[in-house]
């Protein structure tokens, strides 16, 4: 399949989208949820530690499949190839939505909230929305202008953000503020807390979201076959490192037990709250200022590698034909840029973060299974790749039990039950689009 695009983007560049894609929303929010309803600090640590083998096992799955076929797409292209043209069309509509135009709406929704904090007084709930909009618009035009530009921005701003939060981590820690006792709490899970645990993976789940990213641009990489495996696997393994770093200075900023007598809407700036307890109220309002900026990366690098699905989809006949096109001088593909960014600025103003979040996480995590899914008819037909899995079948097997176990305490929890059940909803509309793309490539 050819889309047109030009290679030309070296393993930092991967290395950065990876990284970016993956350090957003989640590690920002998750953790509040999960200390509210189990108040226990090494319930928290371990389930960080298991997204992250999780993570790591998606990507090393992942990165083989992206040496098989080393072309724009990702999941669009791994699931067309193992499981055929229907099933490629519905898992390249649900990254789009799901996995893409979504997420991009929540973490441009965080952003804007961290930017704004209470400055906006009565006018928050409608200039939340607002700011979101501005940002998702000004990534948008940035990955528009040209490849040079594209490369640059995503670079600047995840350098910006990953220092932001080892600076965060740093500080934290050296104020001496905190207090190593809150460690002595919890220990491991009670049997009423699993439950709740495998329903905060998909959380956390949805926090390493993101260890696929460079596949999408393996059709413009220098040297495929080597680059995605070290960026998928070298992103996967810093974030890891990041992720327990950040979590550690949570429990050690703030007593885990606290966490039940907050409201809902509070522990979700758990960041926020931890850095105010080190370094007081004035400092936590300049660190909440500083995360909203960070996270515009998160914002950029979605829609750089939301884009290339949409344009190898356009380019195989399964989506609108503008969204395939590269501009000839500028080597991007803008009109699957705008058509990304314009759908994520239609979700950031359709609901709260919350709600926003819920829909996002447990449609991800199934299209992610899917996707994982593909190594195994990938394997039996295409020749053996440049990197092969390690330990294979058991990688991309634990990445589908816990996918599974995730999702079905999900659907039992009466609160989230409804959101989960609208996310699955979402990927099963691609169902209709893939017959009609079907007709329409048949009787054109």
């Known amino acids: 399949?050819?889309?047109?695009?030009?290679?030309?983007?070296?393993?930092?560049?991967?290395?950065?989208?990876?990284?970016?894609?993956?350090?957003?929303?989640?590690?920002?929010?998750?953790?509040?949820?999960?200390?509210?309803?189990?108040?226990?600090?090494?319930?928290?640590?371990?389930?960080?530690?298991?997204?992250?083998?999780?993570?790591?096992?998606?990507?090393?799955?992942?990165?083989?499949?992206?040496?098989?076929?080393?072309?724009?797409?990702?999941?669009?292209?791994?699931?067309?190839?193992?499981?055929?043209?229907?099933?490629?069309?519905?898992?390249?509509?649900?990254?789009?939505?799901?996995?893409?135009?979504?997420?991009?709406?929540?973490?441009?929704?965080?952003?804007?909230?961290?930017?704004?904090?209470?400055l906006a007084g009565d006018w928050q709930p409608f200039a939340e929305p607002a700011m979101a909009v501005f940002l998702i618009g000004s990534c948008a035009a940035a990955h528009s202008l040209g490849r040079g530009e594209s490369a640059g921005a995503q670079a600047w701003t995840t350098v910006a953000k990953l220092s932001i939060l080892s600076a965060l981590v740093i500080i934290g820690f050296a104020s001496g503020n905190g207090d190593w006792g809150h460690f002595?709490?919890?220990?491991?899970?009670?049997?009423?807390?699993?439950?709740?645990?495998?329903?905060?993976?998909?959380?956390?789940?949805?926090?390493?979201?993101?260890?696929?990213?460079?596949?999408?641009?393996?059709g413009e990489l220098k040297d495929p076959p080597r680059m995605v495996p070290r960026a998928l696997v070298g992103g996967c393994l810093l974030v890891t490192l990041l992720?327990?770093?950040?979590?550690?200075?949570?429990?050690?900023?703030?007593?885990?037990?606290?966490?039940?007598?907050?409201?809902?809407?509070?522990?979700?700036?758990?960041?926020?709250?931890?850095?105010?307890?080190?370094?007081?109220?004035?400092?936590?309002?300049?660190?909440?200022?500083?995360?909203?900026?960070?996270?515009?990366?998160?914002?950029?690098?979605?829609?750089?590698?939301?884009?290339?699905?949409?344009?190898?989809?356009?380019?195989d006949g399964a989506f609108f034909p503008f969204a395939g096109r590269w501009h000839a001088k500028r080597g991007t593909p803008a009109g699957a840029v705008t058509c990304l960014g314009m759908t994520a600025s239609v979700l950031a103003c359709s609901g709260s973060f919350l709600q926003l979040l819920d829909y996002t996480s447990t449609g991800l995590t199934a299209v992610s299974a899917i996707v994982v899914a593909a190594i195994f008819p990938l394997r039996a037909r295409l020749p053996a790749s440049a990197f092969r899995t390690p330990l294979f079948p058991v990688p991309p097997l634990l990445v589908l039990g816990l996918s599974g176990w995730t999702i079905a305490a999900v659907i039992m929890q009466p609160d989230k039950?409804?959101?989960?059940?609208?996310?699955?909803?979402?990927?099963a509309l691609g169902i209709p689009l893939a017959g009609w793309r079907a007709r329409g490539r048949h009787n054109g």
């Open 1 to 118: 399949m050819s889309s047109g695009a030009p290679r030309g983007y070296g393993l930092s560049t991967g290395v950065y989208l990876v990284v970016a894609s993956m350090v957003g929303a989640g590690i920002l929010t998750s953790s509040g949820y999960t200390l509210r309803e189990t108040g226990n600090p090494w319930s928290l640590l371990g389930l960080w530690a298991l997204g992250g083998i999780m993570a790591l096992a998606g990507a090393m799955t992942v990165a083989e499949m992206a040496s098989m076929l080393p072309h724009v797409g990702g999941d669009y292209l791994f699931a067309r190839q193992a499981f055929g043209r229907g099933a490629g069309v519905v898992v390249g509509w649900a990254t789009f939505v799901l996995g893409f135009a979504a997420p991009t709406a929540v973490i441009a929704r965080l952003a804007s909230s961290y930017l704004l904090g209470g």
């Open 184 to 218: 002595r709490r919890g220990g491991w899970p009670s049997g009423g807390e699993w439950p709740v645990l495998a329903g905060s993976l998909v959380y956390v789940g949805y926090a390493y979201a993101g260890w696929n990213a460079a596949a999408y641009l393996a």
């Open 243 to 315: 992720y327990l770093a950040l979590n550690s200075l949570y429990i050690y900023a703030v007593d885990p037990a606290s966490f039940a007598t907050l409201p809902m809407e509070d522990v979700g700036r758990v960041a926020e709250l931890a850095m105010t307890s080190l370094l007081g109220p004035g400092v936590g309002r300049g660190v909440s200022l500083v995360l909203g900026i960070g996270l515009v990366a998160s914002v950029s690098a979605y829609l750089m590698a939301g884009s290339r699905v949409l344009a190898a989809m356009a380019a």
């Open 417 to 427: 039950r409804v959101p989960a059940l609208l996310s699955l909803g979402t990927i």
